[in-house]
């Protein structure tokens, strides 16, 4: 990440905006847009967005109650997040770029693309859902497990969900496991947005060359989830990783990062 700034949304909230990748070749790059998931901030992207930045200027933002995106709580839904990503692209001037989005910034991603077309030039969905009734849920049993315990053993659990027992990381050096910075009352508003989410109407309109990603032992987000978008989508491509969690893209992003590359290199950038 290179800059920093802030930006209002178009009803006053400030959004913490996050540039990177070569300042000098800035405005000739296509760009890519990154969503991270629920109760995050940009920091969900810390050990991933330098493999993309060699061929992208990449653009983050802090959603609202993360990071330095505060301001007054409200009835938070994943369009409004995809208004505020409009917004913040129109900032900077940016007319369309490339939406990679994971988790919840899956969702947000499907509302950019179905309800703002003309900003997103291509689509890389991973470990999300179309939500609503169609989509398949974590097991019960998996979600009494993560509510168990105090905040410390909830993280173990989390890097458990997110990670395979090959990563040599800890939780507490994890960027994945929620902004820690969170008030209950924001956290309690990005999980309505996230789970009032329902896209399945929208995706047959999604017109932007599109790929969806999932590992295949995801107990958070099932990867039964990829088939569904990918089948909503027209002409959708999917990838699975074999033995890869939530955090697939992180802890696989030897493999994930050039197959996002590839496919966006065979789509081409328009009108960035």
Not at 125 to 142: I, M, Q
Not at 197 to 210: F, G
Request: include cysteine; charge should be negative; aromatic fraction near 8%.
């Amino acid at each position: 990440m290179s800059e920093e700034m802030i930006h209002h949304a178009r009803d006053g909230f400030p959004l913490a905006v996050q540039t990177g990748g070569p300042a000098e070749a800035e405005e000739a790059m296509p760009v890519l847009l990154l969503l991270p998931g629920q109760s995050n901030s940009h920091h969900w992207w810390d050990r991933v967005r330098g493999g993309f930045e060699e061929a992208f200027r990449t653009v983050t933002f802090d959603y609202r109650g993360t990071g330095n995106s505060r301001g007054e709580l409200g009835d938070w839904t994943t369009g409004l997040f995809a208004q505020d990503a409009v917004d913040v692209l129109d900032h900077l001037g940016i007319r369309s770029a490339a939406v990679f989005g994971t988790s919840m910034g899956g969702r947000v991603a499907q509302m950019l693309a179905a309800n703002h077309p003309e900003h997103v030039w291509a689509l890389v969905l991973g470990c999300t859902s179309p939500g609503g009734e169609h989509a398949h849920e974590r097991k019960r049993e998996t979600r009494q497990w993560l509510a168990r315990g105090t905040r410390e053993e909830q993280q173990a659990k989390l890097h458990e969900l997110f990670y395979t027992p090959d990563w040599p990381g800890r939780p507490e050096e994890s960027t994945l496991l929620g902004d820690p910075t969170m008030s209950p009352r924001e956290q309690v508003g990005h999980r309505r947005a996230s789970d009032r989410h329902d896209a399945w109407e929208a995706l047959p309109s999604i017109n932007s060359p599109t790929l969806v990603l999932h590992g295949t032992e995801d107990l958070m987000v099932p990867a039964e989830n990829a088939a569904l978008i990918t089948q909503r989508i027209p002409d959708a491509r999917m990838r699975l990783y074999p033995g890869g969690r939530h955090g697939f893209f992180e802890e696989f992003a030897e493999q994930v990062v050039p197959d996002i590359l590839e496919f966006l290199a065979d789509v081409g950038p328009s009108g960035s």
